[in-house]
């Protein structure tokens, strides 16, 4: 209200060419800035660094662009109306288009005001979980014969337990179209799924039991597959993906992950998807744990690992060159090119000209590390 009361006194005391010129001076000015923006978002975008800067810088470009042009429209309309001797009531008078482009002006404003507000409540949201304390479990000991659950191993593959059954999700169905009836490009699952089943498990006395077994930290994805995602899928021939997602969309980001690698870790790995590179929570990754279906069971629609494996899934990806990139999860556990598959995987990610980035926990890696 302030600058359109300081543009309306401008134009009285000064005229309308003057303030059409001084609109003019101010879209050129957002013209260089928008201009400078798209080249920095160009920049940072092949030198492949994080993404958030280059997503940022996208975004500014277009904000910047759209004043600019808008402050060109309002040049126009000035110049129009110091030419026209139109009745200023009248609805053939420019005017009233400038309080359109004003509008405009601050719609654009406060849309990327909302972005920026959404965004933060995102990383808030997932700073909470990620600074929550550990997991805290009953000081008892082991026992190799406890209930009628799932053999617990170390990182030589040596039994050191054995865990309670993870009781099933209510919310997770069971049954679905089953895997065979997709092709491998929508064996996807939201991040925001993703999230939901990992702290699911989380929140099982089974987590608890491998806590103190292994150490929290020492979960690996060997795990989640033994203990969550073969017993909550057995018989119905679905990923855990696909279970959630009966309708799954084409895969918009691979990420690349070893099996040896910490749970926690990764689980902060992949909040970092939306947190720090600006990936929507719907965005459709392919994570070969939850999107492959693994019991080997032989049911209908089902898919064994090798059936799975001889539909290339990996190799049909890259092909694809998915929106987002190709994401790789370090983890301080294990080195994750340590796994052959993962070093095949971005070698071709490479040959094909994909952006590949790496994810990490940023609590748990020191910056010599």
Known sequence: VALVTILCILSIVFGLYCLSSFYFLIGISYG????RFLTLSQVHASKSEQHCISQRCKEIHRVTLSISVNFVLLTVIDTLLAW???DMLSLMNPAWAETLVWGVIMFVILRDIARLT????????????????????????????QGNGVLVTDAARNIIGNAPAAPRPAWLPTSGGGQARLPPLR??????NWIKFFQACMDTDTWSYLAEVKGEENITMHDIVAHFVKPWTRGTGCS???????????????VSH??????????????????????PKDARIFFCTLCLYHPQDGVECGLSIQQQLNLKPFAKIIELKPRYGMFLIHTTLVEVLNR???????????????KIFGAIDTNRWTEKQ
């Open 340 to 354: 052959l598959w993962c070093v095949h995987e971005v070698d071709e990610a490479v040959l094909a000209g994909i």
């Open 84 to 86: 026209s001797n139109i």
């Open 258 to 279: 070893s099996y040896d690698g910490s749970v926690k870790e990764t689980f902060c790995s992949v909040q970092s998807l939306v947190s720090l590179f600006f990936l």
């Open 32 to 35: 260089a800035l928008s201009s």
């Open 187 to 192: 064996w996807s699952i939201s991040i925001g």
């Open 240 to 254: 855990i993906a696909g279970l959630l997602d009966d309708n799954q969309a084409q895969i918009e980001t691979m």
């Open 118 to 145: 959404k965004r933060r409540k995102d990383n808030y949201n997932i700073l909470k979980i990620k600074t929550e304390p550990s997991i805290h479990v009953k000081n008892r000991q082991p026992n190799q014969h």
